[in-house]
């Protein structure tokens, strides 16, 4: 069974009269294990697509299942559990929350999923530890630099194991070579079998994955690439 | 989510706008304190009205006073004697629930003269009673003894009002062993009552007497009561029908026999808890002494203190409701605060979200977070009437010096902790019904 399976997902926007289809007609099937790359040009429904795979969203139409809960038309609470225990988000611009510390921010989603608070500290710097950022556990989020809040919001969607990880242009607000850093972690993570999924707009990028989607016009066309490029 | 990590979440954010979480709860703080001024202020009145009246005989006293008889017995209304001393003994022999009987006569308008010295006022028969019953006490000397009585012994025991009027040349002596004359007749005073004011009056004397001073002559003195008792001139009660009731002229002047009938019945029924039980007790006895005519009625202090329960009612009320205002005010500065910081953080909100917050985990926090303001401003609104409190002991008059029940703290401070809880309802509903999606969005 896949561990990510789309049938005909729609997601249909109405704004007074006129109707936007971010999303027309969407299927694939992923694979656990897989390194997926979402393509496609501005406003094409990348991010709208990545909302649907977050369960931060639910499709007009069609089916999603996710490790073998069907989500398409599950309610508010349902969702937030399976944000929180199935779901890793990493965002464009990180998303910390600046009055925590690193260790603080890493721990939010385990809060919410009733951890202990002993549990909670150590599994954050374990996860802290794994991006490489164990000597700045006590910093505020403005005290790091670009590179290292991606990190820490890595961490912060490993923490719950999740089994698949998302990543809507992690590296969008960074410079290339921290960039590549981060890219390389997403590899580093891949191959110790999590399952990635992640949008870019540089096909240098895209070409290192083995599950190509693109999007045009919220219609996707999928590739897999046996041996990508690395 | 549990309860604990969403109060520290509250308490972390309020600690990191300490200055903006105070103003926040200033108008809890000076709702709780007038709140709680309020309620102290209206029991210190109550509490010195209940005082007041206590000292002329608290609840335990009831009066047997005389009443209209019914239609029905109208006709027979000359069958009764009357209250007279026969009611007094029955009801001494008869109800074990009265422990103390007092039987009195006044005779009004007479005069008490000493040399030129001259004064109109009432004299009371009594007996023992008297004394317990109407909550006296002697200062110098004694008072009536029941060989008084027995012996029809012309003696008299004076309140200091008297001494003062009669001895203007020393009004603060004592002088037992001396004669004075009530309607010309020679008696021999054989004690003085204490003086009796109120607790204020008095500690303002000490005050100024301690400082060397002469103290000013108080001019309010609760409702006049204190001054009357301090014009008591009590004289035995046989010596009183003996000297002055022994022949009574009626109309046409021809001589109508002695005449037994008292002016004031007064009881004091001995437990309390046993009230009504020991009223009924009395009735019926007097039910018997009068041979059925229901021309007596019980007057009791029960009235007197639902009435002044009622006026503190109403006063608590209405003041209550002044503070309850101030305080609902408190509660919509809370609300516009958190609106107001929610939408400061509506990015957190959306990443709470995003990592698995449920709509009710961020209600939660936004209402703990209040409830916490409400809370904390409760307490220090607490800390804050302590000050005012003592202010107002000191302007206040001493006797209704506002005291604090733990009741009104307690109600003062719930109030303010669901004023916070309340007022947070709408913001953590704001909150908690945003769409993660624009939340993560919003610059
Ligand atoms: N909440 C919304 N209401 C209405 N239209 C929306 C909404 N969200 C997205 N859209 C529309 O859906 C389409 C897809 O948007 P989406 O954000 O998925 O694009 P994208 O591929 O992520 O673009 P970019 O590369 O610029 O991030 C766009 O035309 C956008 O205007
Ligand atoms: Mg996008």
């Avoid at chain 1, 993570?189 to 240098?204: E, F, P, Y």
Wanted: hydrophobic share 45%; net charge neutral.
């Amino acid at each position: 069974m896949p561990l990510v399976s789309l049938q005909n997902v729609h997601k249909i926007y109405r704004i007074a009269d006129q109707e936007i289809r971010a999303l027309d007609g969407v299927s694939f099937e992923l694979e656990a294990g897989e390194f997926a790359a979402i393509t496609g040009p501005s406003g094409s429904g990348k991010s709208t697509l990545m909302h649907l795979l977050g369960c931060l969203d639910t499709p007009t139409t069609g089916r999603i299942v996710l490790d073998g809960i069907d989500v398409s038309q599950a309610d508010s609470d349902r969702l937030s559990h399976i944000r929180n225990r199935k779901i890793g988000f990493v965002f464009q611009s990180f998303n910390l929350l600046p009055r925590l510390n690193v260790l603080q921010n890493v721990e939010l989603p385990m809060i919410y999923s009733g951890v202990s608070a002993r549990e909670r500290h150590q599994r954050a710097a374990e996860a802290v530890e794994l991006v490489g950022l164990s000597d700045r556990v006590q910093n505020r989020p403005l005290q790091l630099s670009g590179g290292q809040c991606q990190r820490v919001a890595i961490a912060r969607a490993l923490v719950n194991h999740p089994p698949i990880l998302l990543a809507d242009e992690p590296t969008g607000n960074l410079d290339s070579k921290t960039g590549a850093d981060i890219l390389a972690l997403f590899h580093d993570l891949n191959r110790q079998g999590r399952t990635i999924i992640l949008v870019t707009h540089d096909a240098q990028i895209a070409a290192h994955a083995r599950f190509q989607i693109e999007i045009h016009d919220g219609r996707a066309a999928t590739r897999r690439t046996p041996h990508p490029v690395s | 989510m549990n309860l604990l990590v969403g109060l520290l979440i509250g308490l972390k954010e309020i600690r990191a706008h300490k200055f903006r979480s105070f103003l926040t709860m200033l108008g809890v703080i000076l709702g709780v304190a007038s709140l709680l001024s309020m309620f102290g202020l209206t029991a210190g009145m109550t509490k010195g009205m209940r005082d007041t009246l206590k000292s002329v005989g608290g609840v335990e006293q009831v009066r047997v006073v005389q009443k209209e008889v019914s239609q029905d017995l109208l006709p027979l209304r000359d069958v009764s004697p009357g209250r007279t001393l026969v009611d007094a003994m029955a009801i001494k022999k008869g109800s074990v629930l009265i422990s103390h009987v007092s039987p009195e006569v006044n005779l009004g308008g007479a005069t008490v003269s000493r040399g030129a010295h001259t004064a109109r006022i009432p004299v009371v028969g009594a007996t023992e009673d008297f004394l317990t019953v109407n909550i006296h006490e002697v200062a110098a000397g004694r008072f009536l003894s029941a060989l008084d009585g027995e012996r029809a012994q012309r003696v008299a025991v004076i309140g200091r009002e008297v001494v003062r009027e009669l001895w203007p040349e020393d009004p603060e002596s004592n002088p037992l062993g001396q004669t004075v004359l009530i309607n010309g007749r020679p008696f021999t005073v054989v004690g003085i009552f204490n003086f009796y004011e109120r607790e204020a009056d008095r500690r303002r004397r000490e005050i100024a007497r301690s400082e060397g001073r002469t103290p000013s002559k108080s001019t309010r003195d609760g409702w006049g009561m204190y001054r009357r008792k301090n014009q008591t001139v009590a004289i035995p009660l046989r010596t009183l029908f003996v000297e002055f009731k022994s022949g009574v002229l009626g109309p046409q002047n021809e001589d109508q026999g002695p005449d037994h009938r008292l002016t004031d019945l007064v009881l004091k029924v001995g437990d309390t808890d046993r009230f009504e039980e020991a009223l009924s007790q009395v009735a019926n006895i007097l039910n018997f002494t009068h041979r059925g005519i229901d021309d007596f009625g019980f007057d009791t202090r029960e009235d007197w203190f639902d009435r002044i329960e009622s006026s503190a009612r109403a006063a608590r009320i209405s003041g209550g409701l002044i503070a309850s205002i101030s305080l609902l005010v408190g509660g919509i500065g809370i609300t516009n605060i958190m609106l107001a910081s929610i939408s400061e953080r509506v990015r957190e909100i959306g990443v709470r979200r995003a990592v698995g917050a449920r709509q009710r985990d961020i209600f939660a926090q936004i209402l703990v977070e209040s409830t916490v303001i409400g809370f904390i401003g409760g307490l220090l609104g607490l800390a804050f009437s302590v000050v005012l409190l003592r202010l107002l002991v000191m302007i206040s008059p001493a006797e209704n010096a506002p005291f604090v029940e733990p009741g009104a703290v307690l109600i003062s401070f719930g109030f303010a902790v669901v004023v916070g809880v309340v007022s947070g309802i709408y913001p953590a509903w704001r909150a908690s019904t945003l769409d993660p999606i624009q939340a993560l969005r919003y610059e």
